[in-house]
């Protein structure tokens, strides 16, 4: 197999489809970077004393793990100093975090969820990092947390890196879905899909079900329809797979299709769902669309909604474009 590194990647799809300038470029070689480095701490766990409970909150009233905090700092520190930014938001952050004395002012701004799947990191299960990249404002303003606001559909480029059995780094800057696995011996990212698809159809889905009594009636119909299986109104058989970290449920379904829901509920009605808009939904709504795939709020489409706040949460329904649809559909029932 001819080894192609991200570099090479990141150059020759500049070259092909004048999506990529050097500044973008640079900024996904230091968002990957950092990356490699949180894998290595993911890696050491007990014995680089990363695992645990840091005993604080952040912004969302979530008691944060040790990872959670460190991977923060890695992906901060890195793109401070090489990452060709204007400013960064992190879900871990109560507001965004500007680069000190820039010059040339960066062109882009960065989003991410440091540390995805936080509940998975004790259990050595697979947890990953979200990014989002974004273009600042035109012009030498300060960039504030109003120019964080875009709809999805702005994201120049998004992606993840999984730290599992292999580290990966999947990433859309518009023009598909590749995957480049980290070659350890190397230190580098080495191509090895292209153009990840996801079939229409599926018979493989993810919820979290310890939360049906709390859901919504077009929720509880789609699902009572899937666990009908064949003697039900779909005819066929349904898997379930829930993995408790979306970046690990997203990669299953980048690679052999499902739906994955997070859907708002009963339980806290003023809340729009438990995932947050901009680190999470927009980077992985960009990935499931140029795969191919649908993803909703189960009304509209994620990457159409307009952010009010940085922090903001929201339902989800991504993956295999005609179950997504269907529960869509239901959703929009009168
Ligand atoms: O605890 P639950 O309900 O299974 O929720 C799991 C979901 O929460 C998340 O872990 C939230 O992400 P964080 O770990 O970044 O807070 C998702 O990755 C995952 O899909
Ligand atoms: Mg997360
Ligand atoms: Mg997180």
């Given at each position: 197999m001819k080894r192609i590194s991200l570099t090479q990647y990141l150059v020759e799809e500049q070259r092909?489809?004048?999506?990529?300038?050097?500044?973008?470029?640079?900024?996904?070689?230091?968002?990957?970077?950092?990356?490699?480095t949180i894998s290595h701490a993911v890696g050491k766990g007990?014995?680089?004393?990363?695992?645990?409970?840091?005993?604080?909150?952040?912004?969302q009233g979530e008691v944060q793990k040790k990872l959670d905090i460190l991977s923060n700092e890695i992906l901060l520190e890195a793109n401070e100093w090489?990452?060709?930014?204007?400013?960064?938001?992190?879900?871990?952050?109560?507001?965004i975090h500007l680069i000190p004395n820039r010059y040339p002012k960066g062109e882009y701004m960065l989003l991410f969820d440091p540390l995805d799947g936080s509940s998975n990191i004790d259990v050595n299960v697979t947890i990953g990092t979200?990014?989002?990249?974004?273009k600042a404002p035109e012009g030498m303003a300060t960039p504030t947390e109003q120019d964080?606001?875009?709809?999805?559909?702005?994201?120049?480029?998004?992606?993840?890196?999984?730290?599992?059995?292999?580290?990966?780094?999947?990433?859309?800057?518009?023009?598909?879905?590749?995957?480049?696995?980290?070659?350890?011996?190397?230190?580098?990212w080495v191509l090895t899909q292209r153009n990840m698809t996801i079939p229409e159809d599926t018979q493989e889905y993810a919820i979290n079900a310890s939360n049906s009594r709390h859901w919504y009636p077009p929720v509880t119909r789609y699902i009572d329809e899937l666990l009908a299986g064949t003697t039900g109104p779909r005819g066929k058989n349904f898997n379930m797979r829930w993995i408790a970290a979306m970046v690990t449920d997203v990669h299953r379904i980048l690679n052999r299709g499902g739906i994955f829901m997070y859907p708002a509920d009963a339980r806290e009605p003023d809340k729009a769902g438990k995932l947050r808009l901009m680190y999470e939904a927009n980077p992985m709504s960009m990935l499931i669309e140029q795969a191919g795939g649908a993803s909703t709020n189960g009304k509209q489409r994620i990457l159409d909604i307009q952010p009010e706040k940085l922090h903001?949460?929201?339902?989800?329904?991504?993956?295999?474009?005609?179950?997504?649809?269907?529960?869509?559909?239901?959703?929009?029932?009168?």
């Open positions: 092909l489809n004048n999506n990529i300038p050097a500044e973008l470029r640079l900024l996904i070689e230091v968002v990957a970077r950092a990356c490699k007990a014995l680089g004393e990363v695992l645990g409970s840091a005993e604080t909150e952040n912004i090489g990452g060709h930014l204007a400013a960064m938001a992190s879900e871990e952050m109560e507001s979200i990014f989002s990249v974004i964080f606001l875009q709809a999805g559909s702005k994201q120049v480029a998004a992606g993840y890196a999984i730290y599992g059995p292999q580290t990966m780094f999947v990433l859309t800057t518009g023009q598909g879905v590749n995957c480049f696995t980290l070659d350890r011996e190397m230190g580098s903001q949460r929201v339902a989800v329904f991504l993956g295999s474009k005609n179950e997504v649809e269907r529960v869509t559909s239901y959703h929009l029932e009168k």
